[in-house]
Nanobody, 128 residues
């Protein structure tokens, strides 16, 4: 298992940028596929991005494609989410999550219940 702790959230104006970090503890971090999800008030948790542990393949929700970038540093046990051109609709609590499930199928990688470990979340607020 891995324990996950997110950081880097905050308040930013529309058009601005933030970089979220997710630090993992545990020696097996490099063998987990990692994802970012977000949850806005009154809405279900939704998939944002994911990255595989093998060749670092990346996947994005259509709503963030071209604006967000997921990356990982296995030496530092950390996964990142660089968010550019932020919009008010990006406002949510952002969670990182770990899974041993394959990310190849969108029906797997975009489902929160396929992820085994979760962080506590970090708030991102984008003002208009």
């Amino acid at each position: 298992q891995v324990q996950l702790v997110e950081s880097g959230g905050g308040l930013v104006q529309a058009g601005g940028s933030l970089r979220l970090s997710c630090a993992a503890s545990g020696r097996t971090f490099s063998t987990y596929n990692m994802g970012w999800f977000r949850q806005a008030p009154g809405k279900e948790r939704e998939f944002v991005a994911a990255i595989s542990w093998t060749v670092g393949s990346t996947y994005y929700a259509d709503s963030v494609k071209g604006r967000f970038t997921i990356s990982r540093d296995n030496a530092k046990n950390t996964v990142y989410l660089q968010m550019n051109s932020l919009k008010p609709e990006d406002t949510a609590v952002y969670y990182c999550a770990a899974t041993r499930a394959s990310l190849v199928l969108s029906t797997t990688r975009e489902r929160a219940n396929k992820y085994d470990q979760w962080g506590q979340g970090t708030q991102v607020t984008v003002s208009s």
